[in-house]
């Protein structure tokens, strides 16, 4: 049971983690600035929650925070692992749309599935929509 429980753990901590950074990547779309309370209203979280999560991503080498404004901005790294998580989202959307899911339903799902799904299940699904 313990095994079990660190690996719920692991990918609650991963998930957490994609989910901040491809919100970070999503809101630069829209925004030239992003800070952590932009990040904290697009999820829903809390401060608290925004702050430390933010601060976990900087100490990976995933983002830079200007001392001075709160601005975010990517690293090289981070920017290339938040695109990879929101492609492996567009993916799992498509292949969800193309199997007969209504958008919504497909769009809702593929934001869960994208934390938990393998490589290999990616590559099937990739060629699924292609």
């Known amino acids: 049971a313990t095994k079990r429980m660190c690996a719920v753990a692991i990918n609650r901590t991963r998930e957490s983690e994609e989910m901040y950074l491809?919100?970070?990547?999503?809101?630069?779309?829209?925004?030239?600035?992003?800070?952590?309370?932009?990040?904290?209203e697009e999820l829903g979280y809390a401060k608290s929650s925004v702050s430390r999560g933010v601060?976990?991503?900087?100490?990976?080498?995933?983002?830079?925070?200007?001392p001075a404004t709160g601005n975010i901005t990517f690293t090289e790294a981070g920017k290339k692992k938040a695109e990879g998580v929101y492609e492996r989202h567009r993916v799992i959307t498509k292949a969800l749309i193309k199997l007969g899911a209504?958008?919504?339903?497909?769009?809702e799902n593929a934001c869960r599935i994208e934390h938990v799904v393998s490589d290999e299940l990616m590559a099937v699904l990739e060629n699924f929509i292609a």
Not at 22 to 36: G, Q, S
Not at 55 to 66: A, F, P, S
């Open 22 to 40: 491809e919100t970070i990547l999503l809101l630069h779309r829209e925004h030239a600035n992003v800070r952590a309370v932009d990040v904290g």
């Open 55 to 66: 601060n976990l991503l900087k100490d990976k080498g995933y983002i830079e925070i200007d």
């Open 102 to 107: 209504e958008e919504h339903v497909a769009e």
